[in-house]
């Protein structure tokens, strides 16, 4: 574990940690909402292997209105993160009828696709619109864009 960790820029504090989860998924090209992770208190990101972590105080479930989805983020949620894509994550499941599925991936096919793909890692997946992800403001602003 450590290992993967080596040269890590790492914040600490709920309000540095947001500030840092935000900017990554906007860099990565997703909408801010897709990890909605609480009370958070340790957030790192090894640039040179992609590799980033978050650390919350406690496990948190979310409903997702728009998807009709219950997410559970354990403690720590991991992944490997590049452009428009999370993969080998960690931390995050999904509940699926009466089962909770682990998430291993998320991933948009480009930026154009107007849908997050979520993969299990058995290699099952489910595709939402990515608007369902967004804050109000970020409806706001692609609704714009798509009507210029």
């Not at 947001?18 to 957030?43: A, M, N, T, W, Y």
Request: proline fraction near 5%; charge should be neutral; glycine fraction near 8%.
């Amino acid at each position: 574990m450590a290992g993967e960790r080596a040269g890590a820029e790492i914040v600490y504090g709920a309000e540095d940690c947001h500030r840092q989860s935000i900017e990554l998924l906007q860099e990565l090209g997703f909408p801010k909402g897709v990890l909605p992770l609480q009370d958070l208190e340790e957030c790192g990101r090894v640039r040179e292997t992609g590799f980033v972590w978050m650390k919350q105080k406690q496990p948190y479930e979310h409903f997702f209105v728009g998807t009709n989805t219950k997410v559970s983020y354990a403690t720590e949620v991991t992944a490997y993160v590049e452009k428009l894509k999370m993969k080998k994550m960690t931390g995050v499941k999904s509940k699926q009828m009466f089962l909770w599925v682990p998430i291993t991936e998320m991933s948009i096919q480009e930026p154009a696709s107007k849908k997050i793909h979520f993969n299990t890692p058995m290699g099952i997946g489910k595709s939402f619109p990515i608007t369902a992800f967004m804050t109000e403001e970020e409806k706001h602003k692609y609704l714009e864009k798509a009507n210029e």
